[in-house]
């Protein structure tokens, strides 16, 4: 079932190349950041997070970057598979507050 | 499967109604955050209880009230339906608070009609 809003950014890759996939954060304040992918039908699954003491963090085939200058996040995927096609969210958390602000997401698609 | 549950997965019913939807953390996780997601609002934080207690609260309209049960369940109560409340509800658990990763359930399709 229809998830997520119609009129999200998308990005199309082919399949085992390189997604790279971008989210502006909104407060400067902000001190973690997690990225959540969501698949059609289904809840948002947690991918990676970073804190803002850190620049880079690698887990399996995806890596996160932070650049707290211009207040920007990436999720680079590895060689990506059709299982990777999903809604992409971004998350950022403020000092001191519960709850997270999500990004508007963005749809990744894979062409075989 | 992140080992939160919800139910029902659909719901579907008329403005005015009232409904109850229902969401069980993840054993051992003490708090319990609501989301509401709509096609023109995206992924909106509503309330947040931790170990019974509500903690932080979102853009949550008046109709709509939670609580969470001393078994750790939580219940999302939506009142005087209108269309617009036509969303999917999700609800998230995590250990503690704060520094935790929230884990997200499948979520619940609510149809206003």
């Known amino acids: 079932g229809e998830s997520v809003g119609l009129h999200l950014p998308t990005l199309s890759v082919q399949e085992g190349d390189n997604s790279i996939i971008n989210c502006a954060y909104s407060?400067?304040?902000?001190?973690?950041f997690i990225w959540y992918k969501q698949e059609s039908g289904k809840g948002p699954q947690f991918i990676i997070d970073?804190?803002?003491?850190?620049d880079k963090r690698q887990g399996q085939r995806v890596t996160v970057l932070l650049n707290k200058t211009v207040k920007h996040l990436s999720l680079q995927i590895a060689a990506t598979q059709p299982g990777d096609s999903a809604v992409y969210f971004c998350?950022?958390?403020?000092?001191?507050?519960?709850?997270?602000?999500f990004g508007q997401g963005t749809r990744l698609t894979i062409n075989p | 499967d992140s080992g939160v549950t919800q139910t029902p997965k659909h719901l579907i019913t008329a403005t005015g109604q009232r409904v109850t939807l229902r969401c069980s953390p993840r054993?051992?996780?003490?708090?319990v955050y609501w989301y509401q997601q709509s096609l023109d609002q995206g992924l909106q934080f509503l309330i947040q209880y931790y170990n019974g207690e509500e903690r932080a609260k979102g853009n949550i309209l008046e109709r709509f009230s939670a609580q969470q049960f001393p078994d750790l369940h939580s219940e999302l109560n939506l009142s005087s339906l209108e269309l617009g409340d036509s969303a999917l509800y999700f609800c998230?658990?995590?250990?503690?608070?704060?520094?935790?990763?929230?884990?997200f359930g499948p979520g619940t399709r609510l149809t206003v009609l």
């Open positions: 054993s051992g996780d003490l708090s």
């Open positions: 998350a950022e958390r403020y000092g001191g507050a519960q709850k997270l602000v």
């Open positions: 407060n400067s304040a902000s001190d973690y």
């Open positions: 970073i804190r803002s003491n850190m």
């Open positions: 998230a658990s995590s250990p503690r608070t704060q520094t935790d990763t929230q884990y």
